[in-house]
């Protein structure tokens, strides 16, 4: 990743004028264009087709650097720019001209976040599978799965990170990462036979994780019994009082209990915690609960 100096940050004009010195020395240095070109496309400065142009230069010194055009092609689709067109283009050139499958099926994938980042999911959808029918490393299987988990298509992203965990057992991080991903997809689902297993196995394997507690308990919700959800949520409070999830977790408990002030208590301090985190989740519940405590204003 590049990044432009603090000054330039404060003064983007003055950086242009030390870059363009740089760049009539040096044409080919890409480290240069590029931060040149975000210093062109900051929104202070405004000149975008400036921006372009250095982007394109850089593009043609960096022999097909896909973390670059990433960047243009989000470059090019932002809000101020509007010109998405030209940042599909460029990935999908990428594309047909690329004969290595593994760097294709990256490129494919890029593709696909572009277009969910367009919010044109059926196409976003499309890519991401061509990415994993070009080469399915766990990789390609990973962004996919991520991608239907985002987008709340809970029995593909179970699929999905099935498959990447069979093909990651070699690394210890991503078989954590993913196990906990696929209890964390049964719960959702409602799925409690499935979940219990893989739960049991999650905590079993991974004994200090803290997100082992926060399963068990919403395990335990979902299935009604809210005394042993409570314990577990307690426990964990324990060791992390300020846990966002195990707060707003245990609060939804206490609304169901109709223990209102308690409820808002959690449901505050998750929210304090993490405002915008759970899809505003916790903050609804909040809502429900100072309400339910005759407390509307609020």
Known sequence: MLFRSYEEKENPSEGIATREKLRAAKPDDVQNLVLL????????MGQYEKAAEAYRAALKFSK???PLAREVAVFFASDRVARPSEGETLLKDMLRNEEDLPRKALIAA???QFYESQEHLATADRYYRLAVSLNSSRESLAIAADFYSR????SDALEYYERTLAMAKD?????HATRSRIVAILLAMGDLDRAKGKMDDFLARYPDDPQAMIYEGAYHRIGGDVQKA???FDRHLEREP???TALWQRGQLFLLLGRWEKAIQDLRNSKASKPDAFGYKHRIALADALIEAGRGDE
């Open 64 to 66: 097909g650097d896909l």
């Open 171 to 175: 690394d210890p991080e991503v078989t």
């Open 37 to 44: 070109a975000r210093l062109y496309g900051d929104e202070r």
């Open 230 to 232: 409570k314990e577990a």
């Open 110 to 112: 890029s593709l696909g």
């Open 242 to 244: 300020s846990n966002a």
């Open 151 to 154: 987008t709340s298509r809970l």
